[in-house]
Nanobody
Framework: QVQLVESGGGLVQAGGSLRLSCAIS?????????MGWFRQGPGQEREFVAG???????DYSGSARGRFAVSKDARKITVTLQMNNLKPEDTAIYYC???????????????????WGPGTQVTVSS
């Protein structure tokens, strides 16, 4: 069974950086599936942050573009989200997810993702 686990969250001051990782296990790799990073702040809906396709193409939300960067390792079993110039409004639980089907592209819709990690908390203090 495919499983995702996020790591790297924590507490950081505004302007600081964090690097989140998402590890996949259970016989699937990111070489065949697109994946995404989402976040859910207090009292908010889960929203798309960034995604990376099977071929390495990337997509970002408006708030993430220019500050965050998503990448995957050569073995295609870990995806990272480098977050720079963090702001208090970036405070949220961050989730990684993998597409339901191996089309390989990115998607901003939660419904297109079938497996999710448990999430990692990111807190940015002002």
């Amino acid at each position: 069974q495919v499983q995702l686990v996020e790591s790297g969250g924590g507490l950081v001051q505004a302007g600081g950086s964090l690097r989140l990782s998402c590890a996949i296990s259970g016989g699937r790799t990111f070489s065949s599936y697109g994946m995404g990073w989402f976040r859910q702040g207090p009292g908010q809906e889960r929203e798309f942050v960034a995604g990376i396709s099977r071929t390495g193409g990337t997509d970002y939300s408006g708030s993430a573009r220019g500050r965050f960067a998503v990448s995957k390792d050569a073995r295609k079993i870990t995806v990272t989200l480098q977050m720079n110039n963090l702001k208090p409004e970036d405070t949220a639980i961050y989730y990684c997810a993998i597409r339901r089907t191996p089309h390989g592209g990115t998607s901003t819709s939660r419904d297109d993702y079938g497996t999710w990690g448990p999430g990692t908390q990111v807190t940015v203090s002002s």
